[in-house]
């Protein structure tokens, strides 16, 4: 019975948790989707992702063995103004980690450090019952400091910043709500 309780609060926190995280981008809504609902006035999500992938090549390779992984974990949050307005942010920390072993010569790389941080602005306004419409707007804005940027080494990329609007759209049905971008 324990064990019961145990397992019905983990995934009620897990779903709690789930809908109040913030999207990757900062702004309430689910990993790469904005949702044109407010949090409320006052209210504010704090999240984190981690997106992680890896390779490998089989060990009795003898001529092309290469070992390579990478992780982005960008923390977000939100906060909302009032019933209208929400802002936005999420900084990203990337890390990167490449060998390879190609005709007897070893290749590394290691890329560490901060990404750009997405700042956003988000409009809602209520339309009907199950109809939310809003407007996004996002700026990436490059990492400042060479020390932070895992980049930095790279002399033919040098990233300005990039501006992101999307028009928003929720359709609400019973407990369920489609969200369009």
Known sequence: MKRLIALVAVIALAAGMAT????????????????AQNAGPM????????????????????????????ATIPIEGY??????????????????HY????????YTSDLNGLT????GLKFSYKLSDAFIGGVYAGYNIPTISDTLNPYAHVTDFKHNGALDARLLADYKFGDGCLNLN
């Open 79 to 96: 906060f909302a103004i009032n019933d209208m307005f929400e802002l936005s942010v999420a900084p990203a920390y990337y890390m990167q």
């Open 20 to 35: 109040a995280a913030p999207s990757f981008y900062g702004s309430n809504g689910l990993f790469r989707t904005i949702s």
């Open 43 to 70: 209210n504010f999500g704090i999240g984190v992702h981690g997106i992680v992938y890896g390779y490998m090549n089989d060990s009795s390779a003898t001529s092309w063995k290469t070992l390579y992984y990478n």
């Open 116 to 119: 750009d941080t997405r700042a």
């Open 99 to 106: 060998k390879a072993t190609i005709l007897g010569h070893d």
